[in-house]
């Protein structure tokens, strides 16, 4: 989406007739229907205001494009400022342009991340402008097929018009950021030196064309995290960590270095559904084990691991494979401190205890710390879906404290699943009853959900999805027994009076049903799902969770049987001694299973349920309202 766009003529005309930062929050509260923070007002005013005077000499074609706020495809992220034209050659050309109010920062250790006043309060950590601006023009070429596929020439850099020069902003330390995307700073010298800048690469104007190209491109798909991790592991950039990104991973490198047997470190990372947890941890695997730091990817989760492995097989050996991935449950007998760094990836799914039958060591968080210098646990609590989960942060802390162990706090918050849509996340929270929030209805925006009044709508809408690049697939609640596991000519899921029959992933796939081409025929569970992503995911809300008159019920005896024994173990027992608490707990459970499954989709999510009202419900909180 992009708020404003004009010429540089228009531009300054806006600029000149009336306060442009009035202009912009106009079209703001126009394609937004909301209204623009007063802080963002301000921001604008002020840095367009001098934006209007470094164009304001005749060296940038009056005709070239100008574009306020545009809203990068598959993120929340947004560009401050775009100028658009032509090259000498006649080559489309983007000048991408980060703006900061900042007039001061302090240097910090860690490339590419500075500290600044970001907002109310005092200094925190963040992107250095330069590689702020850089990262998003490479997200920007990384999903916007008409930048990609039209060669678009793209230029970043960061004007911080009060910022002096000379100081921690400019640092020979960040001077690789600064090459990648020039820094330019207070003062009417440096106001010429941007104005030649953009006037370099804009050598014609194009009336905004190449700005309306990008904005109506069509989006690519993401680059799946499977199939980057080879190149991730081989030292190649697969993938440009954005912003909070970029701080948690410089972070938690800079600790993992620092620690040691007498100096123990354990590093919490919160993150909600496509903020790029498993993107992070796998990048923090690859630049550690680079450094020579014993290393090993750690995950409850069975699926993600052997899709990780099945995209290595082939270009690393089995041994180096099994060496850098395994499960929660493999430290049960490990010495202390035997390696440098454990990462812990869907850390809220840690159990207690380990082993086939659950017999096995006291508690895997503390196994986990016990076992390396440096523990990170990347968690997002509202994804535990099973009662024997107990990876909370209150855990993990409690654990190092009574190993002596130094606990640091991370937060991932940009969005980049659901199309970067953080309203969709908010929305779905609030929908499903899981918290209140001030999402009540979805309204218009990029995700494609839609609630389908058939299970073979649901199921035809996949496969056309799909049919481009093995990119969708249906999940379901687990309230279906499992018959086809043992009987493969067995149906499992019969609805619409047996017009719609499907069986459960199949057991030859194993953990690698996401990736499996036959995938599409069938229907996954949350087991085969959580940690993994599709483009599209198709949802069947079985009758654990229906809506009656407005609120969202649940009932856990509504359950496949086999669930209960897995998800649900103990429930019955906590129910004859505490039916209140019973409930409780499986309430939060299920809730946080279609959670998670409804939020497996990069680009859309479909949602069927058998049960009329609960469709009608959905179907309402997701109008445009």
């Known amino acids: 989406m992009l708020i ?44 367009l205001y001098h934006m209007a005077i470094t164009v304001n000499n005749g060296s940038i074609p009056d005709d070239a494009g100008v574009a306020v706020e545009y809203s990068i495809p598959q993120s929340a992220k947004r560009i401050d400022f775009i100028f658009s034209g032509y090259d000498q050659s006649h080559n489309p050309v983007l000048v991408i342009v980060e703006l900061k109010q900042w007039s001061s920062s302090e240097k910090t250790n860690k490339p590419g991340v500075i500290i600044a006043r970001r907002g109310p309060g005092s200094g925190r950590e963040g992107p250095h402008p330069s590689y702020q601006a850089w990262s998003y023009a490479a997200l920007l070429n990384g999903f916007n097929e008409e930048v990609y596929s039209r060669k678009m020439g793209l230029f970043p850099c960061a004007y911080l018009h009060n910022h002096p020069a000379n100081t921690a902003i400019d640092s020979p330390f960040y001077m690789d950021d600064m090459k990648r995307a020039p820094l330019f ?82 590093v919490i990372v919160e993150g909600g559904p496509g903020t790029g947890k498993s993107v992070v941890a796998v990048n923090i695997l690859a630049a550690l084990t680079k450094m020579g730091l014993l290393t090993k990817y750690v995950s409850k989760n069975a699926a993600p691991r052997a899709v990780y492995k099945a995209k290595l097989t082939g270009n690393m050996r089995y041994t180096e494979i099994s060496n850098l991935f395994c499960g929660s449950g493999a430290f049960v007998d490990t010495d202390p401190n035997a390696f440098n760094v454990l990462v812990v990836d869907e850390a809220h799914r840690l159990n207690e205890k380990s082993g086939l039958y659950g017999n096995l060591g006291e508690n895997q968080v ?23 989960d107990i990876g909370t942060k209150e855990e993990i802390r409690r654990w190092a404290e ?27 929270d609030n929908t499903l009853g899981i918290r209140k929030t001030a999402h009540e209805f979805l309204g218009a925006g990029t995700y494609d959900f839609r609630v389908l009044d058939s299970p073979t709508e649901l199921h035809e809408l996949i496969y056309e999805r799909d049919a481009k690049d093995n990119g969708a697939r249906v999940v379901a609640g687990y309230c279906w027994n499992w018959s086809s596991k043992k ?37 996954g569970c ?28 649940t009932d856990y005896k509504a359950r496949a049987l086999v669930d209960r024994r897995k998800s649900l173990s103990g429930i019955e027992k906590i129910y004859r001694q505490n039916p209140e608490q019973a409930l409780k707990a499986a309430d939060r459970i299920i809730k946080n299973t279609y959670r998670t499954l409804m939020t497996r989709g990069m680009k859309g999510c479909y949602v069927y349920s058998e049960d009329p009202e609960t469709r009608a419900y959905f179907a309402s909180r997701a109008a445009v309202v």
């Open 526 to 553: 949350i087991h085969t799902c959580q940690g993994l992503e599709a483009d599209y995911i198709g949802v069947i809300i079985g009758p654990d969770l229906v809506v009656r008159d407005g609120k969202v019920s």
């Open 185 to 266: 700073l207070k003062g009417e010298h440096e106001r010429r030196r941007l104005s030649q800048f953009i006037s370099q690469h804009v050598r014609h104007g194009d009336a905004a064309k190449v700005i309306e190209q990008v904005d109506g491109g069509r989006m690519r798909p993401s680059k799946a995290l499977a199939d980057s991790i080879t190149g991730m592991l081989k030292g190649k950039q697969e993938f440009v960590l954005i912003d909070d990104q970029k701080v948690v991973f410089e972070s938690v490198c800079a600790t993992a270095a620092r620690a040691s047997d007498t100096n123990k470190k354990v």
């Open 402 to 428: 009574s190993m002596g162990a130094t606990v640091e706090s991370c937060e991932l918050s940009s969005q980049f699943r659901c199309n970067g849509a953080d309203g969709y996340l908010a929305w779905l």
């Open 4 to 47: 404003y766009k004009s010429t540089v003529s228009g531009f300054l005309s806006d600029s000149q007739r009336s306060d442009i930062g009035d202009v912009v929050r106009n079209a703001y509260e126009s394609k937004t229907q909301r209204h623009a923070p007063e802080a963002e007002i301000r921001a604008w005013s002020a840095s």
């Open 487 to 523: 009987d493969p000519s067995a149906v499992d899921i019969v609805l619409e009076g047996g017009a719609y029959r499907r069986r459960w992933n199949r057991t030859e796939d194993g953990s690698l049903w996401m990736i499996a081409r036959t995938a599409v025929e069938e229907i």
């Open 366 to 388: 503390k196994e986990l710390i016990r076992s390396a210098h440096c523990t990170v646990f990347f968690l997002d609590e509202d994804q535990a879906v099973t009662l024997s």
